[in-house]
Nanobody, 126 residues
Framework: QVHLVESGGGLVQTGGSLRLSCAASERTFTLYPMGWFRQAPGKEREFVAAINRSGSSTAYGDPPKGRFTISRDNAKNTVYLQMNSLTSEDTAVYYC???????????????????WGQGTQVTVSS
């Protein structure tokens, strides 16, 4: 299985920014589309963003509302999530995930992803 490790979470003030990273141990990282999901207490896991193998295509969920950007560096086996203008509604555990295929420029479902990291906590103070 692909081993994924998220980092970059923490406590940030309202209006601040964070950059999450997801490092993959699998050397065939370039074969996998990658996604970011988040889950707040008492809520279902939400789709945040996804990026295809080459990085030429992306998809975004509704919650970010233009404030987040996904990117990847295949040479470093790493995918990133840049989060700006954070609010308390962004407080959640953020998960990195890998899929076996690209699902296009639409909202993705967590059930479509095969490999998951442990998650990193993002807390926005207000």
């Amino acid at each position: 299985q692909v081993h994924l490790v998220e980092s970059g979470g923490g406590l940030v003030q309202t209006g601040g920014s964070l950059r999450l990273s997801c490092a993959a141990s699998e050397r065939t990282f370039t074969l996998y589309p990658m996604g970011w999901f988040r889950q707040a207490p008492g809520k279902e896991r939400e789709f945040v963003a996804a990026i295809n193998r080459s990085g030429s295509s992306t998809a975004y969920g509704d919650p970010p509302k233009g404030r987040f950007t996904i990117s990847r560096d295949n040479a470093k086996n790493t995918v990133y999530l840049q989060m700006n203008s954070l609010t308390s509604e962004d407080t959640a555990v953020y998960y990195c995930a890998a899929a076996r295929q690209w699902f296009g420029n639409r909202q993705h479902d967590a059930r479509e992803y095969d490999y998951w990291g442990q998650g990193t906590q993002v807390t926005v103070s207000s």
